[in-house]
């Protein structure tokens, strides 16, 4: 595999960028197709004026080197780089381009990037990394300024920053949340591209990097911004471990799959000026392969740039002690020279087997725009990949159905489809791999907002600047009759419990789930399902909190609170019929009878009424049995709770009909009739000890796994 220091084809490759001699310091740059390099010091007062260029020397596997005893740290530096010319080169000896291993970057008076040699002195003060098992991982997917902007909690000067992630406001509000891992979108350093700068627009998802190994400027505190070499590192690493000392993980979502160099008429900065034939995927006349959608791809075919992801990973989970990543459109990580997606790439392969890397978090997001980039279940084992199939149905289920429901009388199809997201996606993903290969999710920075789904059947993106064409028309949304925001009191009840239920679906299911930062209290983006490019209160989020959302956010809390205290709700592995299976659960399924389930109750959209019983098979934790019940017609039902062996008693945990139970009956029997409110869920602790019985942790023929529907 392609480990940083092995040796074999890819051992030559390491040690790129500056590192530090007993001299000063050494530069190494890999390029195939160069025929000179040189590196540039620059003034330490003016970042625009080159003090010495220092000629460049290659070795037989085209590094090229040069030492100088002013490349230390603090010290500005550039390369430029000349070769030959045709259509897959983009060689300019004039050009001044950023070191792809720069761990620092500073901008000149005109706009330029120049990489500096960074101080990484940091005292971790022993912090170990928390270590959470991904049973127990519950994720939650946040901007660095937009979570903390406008927290009236903190000093201003700490909002929006990486030192704001890590004020004990927001790390109290965490904590009392439930989450367990922030996942940051991007925080390589990135800028707009340059369709957005000239419309007064911004990127301020950060989806444009510019370096694997700097973290972005502006989300540091101005004291760090202007506080020297370093400074802002040591601001990004001690957000790490506060973080870590309470007992929270840090992901990091990362854009290796291109790069903010654009298209062909973009900016040179850096790959494409070094050697645009040795990391960019084109055709032979120099046209681009774009699997992306972003101008360029990066060839992951290639050595080299298989190579600079690996030494990213292994410094931001090491040397900065992230947790875990994200890899934003992961199919283009696993194709090969052909521009096919191959799940045994090696490059997959190696971040997987790296030892530097072991017991790190692996999460794809398993698509590409390219032919053949929709990968959902394709990944190896020890990624866990987002399901885009579980937020399809549950939307489905929830939203879609209802408003056909209103419309043509009657839903589309029945409950099977749900219930097989539900208990861990058995259907999608391999058998050794579990429900924990899942990622589960409702909505993402991408796409609608929680409260949006309920709220708009259209999305509203003319501010994007495209005349509203950016952004997925297929948003699986209802606005429950009116379009936008209402005082109709029953529109917004029916938006309500909407949002409780989806809720409700993503945080009882098997597998990890990831909560989109702001759905817990019910954030709104004015039904811009696209805003990638409004730095601004629309995507900030709001501190100050009307009654229903705060309503809204402890119902979340309850929700987090019962997975974690319910381990048949989290299981490691699947089930078989008839097997118990380690870390499994085993499955009981009944219809609103409470009588074993047959395939009309499958199918029919008339009978979209679920119970199912889960038990743990514990290995580490305490036995422990639940009862959901899950109703997607829009009149109550009369729901007869099952009698099973060793189940004496059911208490009430959770209806979704209601913001508070406290003052409904918990207690209940098997063979009892209840009455179950419209379009709900309800959760129950089953009493009793573990019995013998035909229940899996997969079902059998009977069973949501035998039901035609998606894929």
């Known amino acids: 595999m392609l480990h940083a220091d092995a040796p074999g084809p890819y051992g030559h490759l390491g040690h790129l960028g500056a590192t530090p001699t007993a001299h000063g310091g050494r530069l190494r740059v890999y390029s195939r197709h160069a025929t000179r390099m040189e590196l540039c010091l620059f003034d330490p007062d003016d970042p625009n004026w080159v003090t010495e260029a220092v000629e460049m020397r290659p070795n037989r596997h085209h590094v090229w080197s040069a030492e100088h005893p002013d490349l230390r740290v603090g010290a500005r530096y550039s390369i430029r780089v000349d070769g030959p010319d045709g259509p897959t080169h983009a060689f300019d000896p004039h050009r001044h381009l950023i070191d792809p291993y720069a761990r620092g970057l500073a901008r000149t008076s005109s706009g330029e990037w120049r990489s500096y040699v960074q101080n990484d002195d940091f005292d971790w003060g022993g912090v170990p990394k928390p270590g959470i098992p991904l049973d127990h991982t519950v994720i939650y997917e946040a901007h660095v300024k937009g979570l903390t902007k406008l927290n009236p909690a903190m000093p201003e000067e700490l909002r929006g920053t990486y030192a704001g992630l890590a004020h004990p406001t927001t790390i109290a509000y965490l904590k009392d949340l439930g989450v367990t891992t922030v996942q940051l979108l991007p925080v390589h350093q990135s800028i707009s591209e340059q369709r957005l700068i000239k419309q007064s627009l911004t990127n301020y998802w950060g989806y444009n990097t510019l370096n694997f190994f700097t973290p972005h400027a502006a989300y540091a505190t101005r004291h760090a911004q202007f506080g020297g070499t370093g400074a802002v590192l040591r601001e990004f690493k001690g957000m790490v471990r506060l973080l870590h000392e309470a007992g929270l993980e840090v992901v990091l979502d990362v854009v290796y799959n291109h790069t903010a160099e654009e298209g062909l008429d973009g900016p040179t900065s850096s790959l494409r000026g070094i050697d645009n034939a040795a990391y960019y995927r084109h055709t032979a006349d120099g046209e681009y392969i774009d699997t992306t959608g972003c101008g360029n791809t990066v060839d992951f075919s290639l050595p080299a740039a298989q190579r600079l992801v690996l030494d990213s990973l292994r410094y931001w989970a090491n040397e900065v002690q992230v947790d875990g990543f994200r890899f934003d459109l992961m199919a283009t990580l696993g194709r090969d020279r052909h521009a096919h997606y191959d799940p045994d790439h090696p490059l997959l392969a190696a971040?997987?087997?790296?030892?530097?890397?072991?017991?790190?978090?692996?999460?794809?997001?398993?698509?590409?725009?390219?032919?053949?980039?929709?990968?959902?279940?394709?990944?190896?084992?020890?990624?866990?990949?987002?399901?885009?199939?579980?937020?399809?149905?549950?939307?489905?289920?929830?939203?879609?159905?209802?408003?056909?429901?209103?419309?043509?009388?009657?839903?589309?199809?029945?409950?099977?489809?749900?219930?097989?997201?539900?208990?861990?996606?058995?259907?999608?993903?391999?058998?050794?791999?579990?429900?924990?290969?899942?990622?589960?999710?409702?909505?993402?920075?991408?796409?609608?907002?929680?409260?949006?789904?309920?709220?708009?059947?259209?999305?509203?993106?003319?501010?994007?600047?495209?005349?509203?064409?950016?952004?997925?028309?297929?948003?699986?949304?209802?606005?429950?009759?009116?379009?936008?925001?209402?005082?109709?009191?029953?529109?917004?009840?029916?938006?309500?419990?909407?949002?409780?239920?989806?809720?409700?679906?993503?945080?009882?299911?098997?597998?990890?789930?990831?909560?989109?930062?702001?759905?817990?209290?019910?954030?709104?983006?004015?039904?811009?399902?696209?805003?990638y490019c409004h730095d601004s209160e629309l995507t900030w989020h709001s501190w100050d909190r009307a009654g229903w959302q705060e309503d809204l956010q402890r119902v979340t809390a309850r929700l987090l609170a019962l997975r974690r205290a319910n381990p048949a709700l989290r299981p490691v592995r699947y089930g078989k019929w008839g097997e118990t299976v380690p870390s499994a659960t085993q499955m009981d399924w009944y219809n609103k009878e409470g009588r074993s389930m047959t395939m009309l109750d499958w199918d029919s959209p008339q009978e979209r009424t679920l119970q199912y019983l889960a038990a743990s098979t514990p290995e580490f934790e305490e036995f422990n049995r639940v009862l959901l019940i899950v109703h997607g017609l829009e009149e109550s039902v009369e729901v007869t709770l099952p009698s099973h062996v060793g189940v004496t008693e059911y208490t009430l945990l959770w209806d979704s009909s209601h913001d508070d139970i406290s003052g409904i009956e918990p207690s209940h029997v098997p063979g009892e009739r209840l009455c179950v409110g419209?379009?709900?869920?309800?959760?129950?602790?089953?009493?009793?000890?573990p019995a013998a019985g035909p229940g899996s942790g997969g079902p059998g023929v009977e069973s949501p796994a035998s039901v035609d529907g998606d894929g």
């Open 351 to 531: 971040i997987l087997d790296d030892p530097a890397l072991a017991g790190v978090k692996m999460i794809a997001e398993p698509w590409d725009v390219g032919l053949g980039g929709w990968q959902v279940g394709n990944f190896p084992a020890g990624y866990s990949e987002w399901n885009d199939g579980f937020r399809d149905r549950a939307r489905n289920f929830w939203l879609t159905d209802a408003a056909a429901g209103r419309h043509a009388g009657s839903a589309p199809e029945g409950i099977g489809s749900l219930a097989r997201r539900m208990t861990g996606s058995a259907h999608v993903f391999a058998a050794e791999r579990g429900p924990l290969a899942s990622v589960n999710f409702i909505t993402a920075h991408d796409g609608f907002t929680l409260a949006d789904l309920t709220a708009y059947d259209h999305k509203h993106n003319l501010g994007n600047g495209e005349g509203n064409r950016d952004g997925t028309d297929n948003n699986r949304s209802y606005s429950f009759g009116v379009e936008g925001p209402t005082d109709d009191q029953r529109v917004v009840a029916d938006r309500r419990k909407a949002m409780r239920n989806l809720m409700g679906t993503l945080l009882l299911s098997a597998g990890i789930p990831m909560i989109t930062a702001g759905d817990e209290w019910g954030r709104t983006q004015r039904g811009n399902n696209n805003a």
């Open 678 to 689: 419209p379009a709900s869920m309800l959760l129950f602790r089953a009493h009793g000890g």
